[in-house]
């Protein structure tokens, strides 16, 4: 079942000048008529490099933005018509948003936990639960604007799931923390759609996290969806599985033959060869070697990794290829 | 809508503004230079010229000090939480803007109590004037001082909401353009004649002048204080439609090119 809906979503900056700044600004298209579905209980990652449109489209799903057309239903409802009630919902975190710094960790919560129409006794609850995860309970009584940016992005954390969201959209939310804390979030977020079922759109820079956390991506590219696939078939697109064998000297000769024969590329360092192969095909590879005879004495296998597929569609968003 | 997310942005900023002393201490700072420099100058035109003017113009500041200090106090929330970048938090969550503007008319409530007791007191203490002696007519015209207050607010609030914290300068300006069309400290005859039309545009013209007569003459100009109803109703309605406009054009271009 779908929570979250997105048809024909298009974001265009008109033109014009602004009475302060003077300048003129060309139309742009930001979003260009994209649609997908948020599937329950699934992590969808968000990729693109930067002025993809990633940012417009996640403001434009949290009403912040008001799209040019197209429609947006979260729960089977149209978003701009039960806006109040769909929010309740939806929970956001972003590392480049903060809450505001002249009231304490505690006083923060408990104001959002109020806007999002929690009873005193869940506030408490809730916060207390929250904070503790995210290890901030110690830190309730200190005032945001005195928090480090990690703390701060915990505490984002902490808002977003407050309300216990159905659907939760994360602009990057661990771009600020320390690597074990940005596992725990991982952990959590896992947690929380194993156990409540809850949906998440995710954006990261970091693709190892995206890989790890996301059972589908959608890649943006100027505006356009350009792929909607697993982590894994997006990296093997652009790359294959590398196999690399080192070769018993006696048998080099032989095992070079046998790749010429089969047509298979190779890249040789001394005694280390190294062949791009299918990750299905490696078994029957190896097992023919056997066949032949030819001893390798280590084996090491690299699987193509998303970071290879985003660095190529940076560089063809650049024109660099 | 929702009383309860309203009043929760509400307390939001009535802790905010407790924990900030500057912040707290501003408005009634500004409120009492003003009294003070408008009663002493009142003793001294009552002393050289024998002119019974001291109570009318004291009473005149505290009106507008009220509609002024809390206009501003309102414009001054949203501009907070344009420093604070927190707009994108308040505005991913159910709150809705009617929500925020019914958060800013609660707040703007006990602001107005708050210095109108301060001023009250104040020129009690140093002019001898006690503001309570208008009788009933107290309460329709801190009514529509109150209104008044939130027109000048969200008058104000209509150009950060759309082009940030950089015009906070016109905050200020925007906040004091009806002064000098109000006739506070001065009969309106002494004004020029285009002058003279557009404070009669201005329901904080007749709410002053009402109040000016009866310390005056202890007479009560009816259709006077009906104007100042009737023109802060529209003017009520009017601005805040211009700031609901302009939050939703602000949201055309994103609210999140709003932040500090």
Not at chain 1, 286 to 311: C, N
Not at chain 2, 193 to 209: E, F, K, R
């Amino acid at each position: 079942m779908s929570v979250l809906s997105v048809r024909d979503l298009i974001k265009v900056y008109p033109g014009k000048k602004s009475f302060f700044s003077r300048k003129e600004a060309k139309p742009f298209i930001a979003v260009n008529g994209i649609s997908f579905a948020l599937q329950e209980g699934e992590i969808l990652g968000f990729l693109g490099p930067n002025g993809a449109g990633k940012t417009t489209t996640i403001q434009m799903l949290l009403s912040i933005l008001t799209p040019t057309s197209g429609h947006i239903e979260y729960f089977g409802k149209n978003f701009f018509r039960h806006r109040s009630e769909i929010l309740e919902k939806v929970g956001f975190a972003s590392t480049y948003v903060k809450l505001p710094g002249n009231l304490t960790l505690y006083e923060n919560m408990d104001t959002f936990g109020r806007l999002y129409g929690l009873s005193h006794v869940q506030r408490i609850d809730s916060i207390k639960q929250n904070l503790r995860y995210f290890g901030l309970w110690d830190l309730r009584d200190k005032k945001t604007r005195a928090l480090s940016a990690g703390e701060s992005t915990r505490a984002m954390l902490s808002k977003a799931f407050l309300a216990r969201p159905r659907v939760v959209l994360l602009d990057e939310p661990t771009a600020a923390l320390d690597p074990d804390v940005a596992q725990d979030v991982r952990v959590f977020v896992r947690e929380q759609r194993e156990q409540y079922g809850v949906s998440f759109l995710f954006t990261s820079h970091n693709m190892n996290e995206v890989t790890e956390l996301c059972s589908r991506v959608l890649v943006l590219q100027r505006g356009n969806i350009i792929a909607d696939n697993t982590p894994a078939q997006l990296a093997e697109s652009v790359a294959k599985t590398k196999i690399e064998l080192s070769i018993k000297q006696e048998h080099q000769e032989d095992f070079i033959a046998y790749l010429n024969a089969h047509n298979m590329p190779y890249t040789q360092r001394g005694f280390f060869v190294a062949i791009p192969i299918k990750e299905e095909d490696i078994a029957a590879f190896l097992y023919q070697l056997s066949l032949k005879g030819i001893v390798y004495t280590s084996i090491s296998i690299e699987k193509p990794k998303l970071e290879d597929y985003f660095l190529q569609l940076s560089k063809r968003q650049r024109g660099v290829l | 809508m929702n009383l309860s997310r309203a009043w929760a942005i509400t307390t939001g900023h009535l802790s905010q503004i407790v924990q900030d002393t500057p912040r707290l201490t501003a408005p009634f700072y500004w409120a009492l230079i003003e009294l003070v420099l408008v009663g002493f100058m009142a003793s001294w035109i009552e002393s050289s010229s024998g002119a019974s003017v001291v109570h009318a113009l004291v009473a005149a500041a505290i009106a507008w000090s009220i509609m002024v200090r809390v206009g501003i106090e309102i414009a001054w929330n949203l501009l907070i939480e344009l420093w604070d970048n927190n707009l994108i938090n308040l505005f991913t969550s159910p709150l809705s803007i009617i929500e925020w503007i019914v958060a800013a008319a609660l707040y703007g409530i006990i602001a107005a109590a708050l210095l109108f007791v301060f001023l009250c007191a104040s020129a009690y203490l140093m002019f001898g004037y006690n503001f309570f002696s208008v009788g009933w007519l107290l309460i329709p015209l801190l009514i529509n001082y109150y209104l008044s207050a939130l027109v000048i607010g969200f008058l104000a609030s209509s150009l950060p909401i759309y082009y940030g914290v950089r015009v906070t300068t016109y905050v200020f300006m925007l906040s004091w353009l009806f002064a000098p069309f109000s006739g506070l400290y001065y009969s309106l005859s002494v004004m020029p004649l285009w002058a003279q039309y557009i404070a009669h545009a201005l329901p904080t013209y007749y709410g002053v002048d009402v109040l000016k007569t009866f310390v005056l003459t202890g007479h009560i100009v009816y259709w006077k204080l009906g104007m100042t109803f009737l023109l802060n109703g529209i003017y009520l309605i009017m601005t805040t439609v211009l700031f609901k406009q302009m939050f939703e054009k602000s949201k055309k271009q994103g609210l999140s090119r709003l932040a500090n």
